[in-house]
Each structure stands twice: as C-alpha cells, then as structure tokens.
C-alpha cells in the first residue's frame, strides 16, 4: 500500500507539471499570435509536436501505470495463494495432528484391552493349574487306595494259592509211576505240561479263561480245553468238561458255579462277553483254580494222548497200518518224541473222524503219521514229524473257507511245530 501511495505521488506531479507547462504554452502561444501573426504556421506546428509528444508521455505513463498495477495484483494474488497456502497446510497439520491423537488413544485402549485379557487369562490358567492340582491329588489319592487294595487282593490270591498248591502241588496216585512208550516220569509229564501251558497261553495266568479271534467256543485251562456255549456245535471237540471230571475225581473242589455250567454250557456265549465279565470275581475264581491245578491238567493230557494212540492205530486204513504204527514208534521212542505226540493231539486232536475237517480231509495225529516219511527213532524222526504237521495244517488252510482267513494263523502254528525238531529237556 505504501508502494502505492509512493508511486501516485509522483504521477500527480508530473499531471501537475504537465498541466502547467501546457497552460504556460497555451499563454505564451496566444501572446506570439497577438503579437507575431506571421509566426504563425511555425507555432502551430510545434504545438501539434508537443501534443504529440504529450500524448506518447500520457501513453508510457499509462502503460507504466498499467505494469504497476498489474504487479500490484500479481504480488496480491500470490500473497493470497501464499496465504490459501498457509490456511491449507496449517489445516493439513491440524488433521495430522489430530490423526495421532486419535491413533495414540485407540492404542491406549488396545493396550489397555491386551492388558486386560493377558491377566484373564493368567487367572484361567492359574484357575485351571489349580484345578488340574486338585484333579491329579484326588487321582493319586484313588489310584493309591486301588493299590492298597490290589495290594490285599494279591497277598488273599498268594495265601490261597500257596494252600491250593500244598493241596495240589502232586500228581494223582493213578498216574504215580506209569509207563508209556518210552515210560514217562511224573517229573516229565510236569515238564509236558508247563510247554503245553506256554505253547497255548504264553505261560499267562490270565490266559487260563481265553477265547480266541475267529472262533464260537472259549479256551480254558494249560492246554485251551474247548468249552461251548449251550446249544451250539461241538464242532472241534468239547474236551473242557472232562477235565473238570479228571479234576473232581483227583480230589478238586470245583465251585458250584462252575459244577453246573459243567452240563449246561460255557456261561458265555461270545468274546466279547467273556471279554466284559474278565475281571469279575468268578473268572478269577475260575483262573486261580485253574493255575493251581495245572499239574493236574498235565496229568489229563498225557492220559487222554496214552488212550489216543491205540486207537489212532486201530482207525488207520490197512494199507497204512504198518506205516502208522512205525512212524508212531519212531516218534514216542526219541527223546522229547512224547512232548510232541502229547501236545499234538492237545493241539488239532487224534484225527480219527474221516468226516471230519474240511473238504473231508483232517488234520489230526492220524494224518500227521499218514503223511510223515517212514522214519526210524531218532532226531530224523521228530524232523519228519514236524514237516509232516506243517504240511497237514497248510492243507487245512487251502481247504478252508477264505472268509475265515486261517492263513492269519499258520505262522504262530508253524512256531509251535519246529518246537518238536529239538529233543525235550527237562
């Protein structure tokens, strides 16, 4: 503004000066007129020259002027661009300003929220801990009461078998001394059947009360006597109720429970229900009767293996008379030879049925000696013996129903075999 006023002053004096040169010619000129007419068409012309030059003057002025103003309003324009300027960047920071604001609380309140669930959640698990203390003290309380209790259970179930034991730790009178083949001892009966019991049921007391996969009939006792639910097929033999009569007539008081399932039948009818009731009292009557009595059971085996052999002879073709009766020979004449014929007819039975089987084919003793290689006594003997089982048992396998899957089983029987190549060691 001070430019301004500056920049008008002088223009009003040069107006000034203008007008009153222009006036002092104008008197002059009329005075020369008056005075000197002839000098008149020189006059007029330097009149026309001044107000031509007047007029450029009047012109530079105003286009001066013009500049002037045109700078005034450029420098006003930026100064209002500088001051929009101003305003926008000024309003720019305020918003940024305010953005952080904003940005810093909603952390504040995150970090006040993160802060409130990590301390919920140090009380939910240190809630849960405690709980989970309490748990495993109250656990460790049960599981130390079970103990105790096992504990009573098992020093009862000693005391008792140790009185079962003194009872029946003797094999019965009838058996004292008796001769077979290759006269058997009692000590070597016992010997027969503790194999028997680990050939069957792994040596397991647990295993005296069994019922294996695939089958309609529960295993009982060292040597897996069948034992069939009432009313169902005897199809393999159902041998466990005459050892209960071998063990009553040895002088063995059965429980009643067990004397009158002795007529009507296993008192279950499938695995898994011999499964639910394992651990109940009368399976464990049942298996402690059973594990002290298992010299006994011996006794019953090698009883009913004696009364097989004459007649596996008499059931043999004539044609293959002299063959049955060599190889028998052979066989109960090597040392360990009666190990192998007594837990052979334990194990698939004399074979005398020529029904029997599948496909009309057995797989008992008699087929073994059938089937063996004549043999002479010796450890040949007990080769040929265990060649000829396993063939005999893989027959049955390709003879039996698929669906039944009894390849499943040949190589736990193909073990139990090779058990008759070595002689028996007392």
Not at 25 to 43: G, H, L
Not at 52 to 65: F, P
Not at 159 to 174: A, G, I, T
Not at 289 to 311: E, G, H, N, S, V
Request: hydrophobic letters at 35%.
């Amino acid at each position: 503004m001070k430019n301004y006023i500056l920049i008008t002053i002088p223009l009003i004096a040069v107006l000034g000066l203008s007008a009153c040169s222009t006036q002092s010619t104008n008197s002059n000129q009329t005075k020369i007129v008056k005075s000197i007419p002839k000098v008149i068409p020189q006059a007029s012309n330097q009149v026309t020259s001044n107000n031509n030059n007047y007029a450029l003057s009047n012109a530079a002025r105003n286009q001066q002027i013009a500049n002037q103003q045109r700078q005034i309003a450029l420098q006003k324009q930026k100064e209002k661009e500088n001051q929009q300027a101003r305003l926008a960047y000024n309003q720019t920071w305020q918003n940024q300003q305010a953005a952080q604001k904003r940005n810093a609380q909603s952390q504040a309140n995150n970090n006040r929220l993160a802060a409130q669930r990590q301390a919920q959640a140090k009380i939910t698990q240190s809630r849960a801990r405690n709980a989970w203390q309490q748990q495993q003290a109250t656990q460790k309380q049960q599981l130390a009461q079970i103990q105790r209790q096992q504990q009573k259970q098992q020093q009862l179930a000693m005391l008792q078998q140790r009185q079962q034991q003194q009872r029946y730790q003797q094999p019965p009178e009838s058996t004292q001394g008796s001769a077979g083949i290759s006269g058997l001892t009692d000590s070597e009966i016992r010997s027969i059947g503790d194999k028997i019991f680990k050939n069957e049921s792994g040596g397991n007391i647990a295993n005296l009360v069994h019922w294996n996969n695939g089958e309609n009939f529960a295993s009982m006792g060292i040597g897996h006597f069948t034992w069939y639910p009432a009313g169902r097929r005897a199809r393999f033999g159902n041998t466990f109720p005459g050892l209960l009569d071998h063990l009553k007539a040895n002088g063995v008081q059965l429980p009643v429970w067990v004397q009158q399932a002795r007529y009507s039948g296993a008192p279950w009818r499938t695995k898994n229900e011999l499964g639910s009731a394992k651990h109940s009292r009368q399976v464990k009557e049942l298996q402690n009767l059973l594990y002290q009595t298992r010299y006994i059971q011996a006794t019953y085996i090698f009883d009913r293996a004696k009364r097989a052999m004459p007649r596996v002879v008499k059931a043999t073709p004539t044609h293959l008379k002299g063959l049955v009766g060599q190889n028998l020979n052979a066989v109960a004449n090597t040392r360990g030879g009666w190990y192998a014929l007594i837990d052979y007819v334990n194990f698939k039975g004399e074979g005398l049925s020529r029904n029997g089987g599948y496909k009309g084919q057995n797989w008992g003793l008699l087929q073994v000696l059938e089937n063996m290689r004549p043999s002479q006594p010796g450890q040949q003997a007990l080769n040929n013996f265990a060649d000829s089982a396993t063939a005999i048992l893989q027959r049955r396998v390709r003879n039996s129903d698929p669906r039944r899957n009894e390849a499943k089983w040949m190589r736990g029987w193909t073990i139990r075999i090779n058990t008759y190549r070595h002689p028996f060691v007392i």
